[in-house]
Structures are given as structure tokens and as C-alpha cells.
């Protein structure tokens, strides 16, 4: 495989070595190349956990359980407003 880089990308890789903490363009590239996946996996978990909850909501609004909007926001404010004063 051969990848072409851009002069930034390039000028970041000296840099990064230049630092110590890695001794190979290799190095750099597999950490990068790590730290994508990670964040990848992450927010495929995020994405997954966030469908369950608006599924879990929409069941919930579909018993009849949920609340109108302008209660909810009522509701929001209130506990922003006890946040606030709490601090204090």
C-alpha cells in the first residue's frame, strides 16, 4: 500500500518524532491508526446506547407515559435554576 501525504501531515510526523515518543514514521502512523479505532469503536457504542435510549422513549411516549413539551422544559429550568443556586 502507498499512501501520499501532504506537506502538514509530513511536517507533523517530524514533529512528533522529534519529540522522543516515537522512533518511526511506522510508530506514528500504527498509534494513529489505533487512536482511530478506538474512537471508532466509542461512538459505534455511543450511536448504539443513544438508538436503545430513543427506542426505550418512544416505547415509553407509546404507554402513554411521557410528558408534553413545555412541562418537560418547566422541569428542565427548574433543575438548572436549584443547579445555580446550589453552587452558590
Request: hydrophobic share 35%; aromatic share 4%.
Amino acid at each position: 500500500m502507498s499512501i501520499t501525504l501532504s506537506p502538514e501531515q509530513e511536517q507533523i510526523i517530524q514533529i512528533l518524532l522529534a519529540t522522543g515518543r516515537f522512533h518511526s514514521v511506522d510508530e506514528v502512523i500504527k498509534s494513529a491508526l489505533r487512536l482511530l479505532e478506538e474512537e471508532t469503536i466509542s461512538n459505534q457504542g455511543w450511536l448504539e446506547e443513544t438508538r436503545t435510549k430513543i427506542d426505550e422513549g418512544i416505547a415509553s411516549l407509546e404507554r402513554g407515559e411521557g410528558i408534553d413539551g413545555e412541562t418537560f422544559v418547566n422541569q428542565l429550568l427548574t433543575q438548572l435554576q436549584q443547579a445555580k443556586k446550589a453552587e452558590k
